[in-house]
Nanobody
Framework: VQLQASGGGLVQAGDSLRLSCAGS????????MGWFRQAPGKEREFVTA????????WYADSVKGRFTISRDNAQNTVSLQMNNLRLEDTARYYC??????????????????????WGRGTLVTVSS
């Protein structure tokens, strides 16, 4: 499957932004999906994830209450609504797909190595 993230941009602290990840192929609805981000000079970090049917979601503590992940399997898309953005949210955001429906077990959802497919990312810059 190919993933394409979009929706990034330059915003001010406190603003909102909605990222989208479009997936190709008929198997997209079978995959658990995740969003990760990587700031310059830092490791890639987990942001949020959602199971293939949208039944379970997880969030990093740093974004809990501000970010919301959702998916539309009919459209092969996963979205990330980001509210009340902070300077520290500045990063390139990547969407990723995990073929293993049970890959989330044991915290797999927050490990980059659990994911099989990655998009190129979209840049989010939050200014003061």
């Amino acid at each position: 499957v190919q993933l394409q993230a979009s929706g990034g941009g330059l915003v001010q602290a406190g603003d909102s932004l909605r990222l989208s990840c479009a997936g190709s192929g008929r198997t997209f609805p079978n995959y658990n999906m995740g969003w990760f981000r990587q700031a310059p000079g830092k490791e890639r970090e987990f942001v949020t994830a959602i199971t293939w049917n949208g039944g379970i979601t997880w969030y990093a503590d740093s974004v809990k209450g501000r970010f919301t992940i959702s998916r539309d399997n009919a459209q092969n898309t996963v979205s990330l609504q980001m509210n009340n953005l902070r300077l520290e949210d500045t990063a390139r955001y990547y969407c990723a797909a995990d073929r293993d429906r049970f890959g989330y077990v044991g915290g797999g959802y927050k490990r980059p190595e659990s994911y099989d497919y990655w998009g190129r990312g979209t840049l989010v810059t939050v200014s003061s």
